[in-house]
């Protein structure tokens, strides 16, 4: 899974490889995302995409053995919206 991430001072895109690499920096502006917690955010990021690459190839790994059951969408998007929606509706309200 690739996070699209978009820097709000800038407004320019940016990838998880490329905030892991500047140490939690925009790589276009050099600004941190965050003055406090730049190495921390930055390995979270990648937890995040890891832990989706995980999801997803479970989930692939679980519809290729067409198993007799259905799962719940909200029971494996509703705390990943929730979680966004706090973050990109914070960052909306601050623009
Ligand atoms: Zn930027």
Redesign the pocket.
Known sequence: MKLKVV?T????E?LVRQILDTGGH????G?PFNKDYTAVLAEALEAAENAGGVLENALEKIAGMGPAMTIDRESILGGIEEQLEQLNGSRRRTR
């Open positions: 820097h001072e800038c407004g320019r940016v925009c790589p276009w502006d600004k």
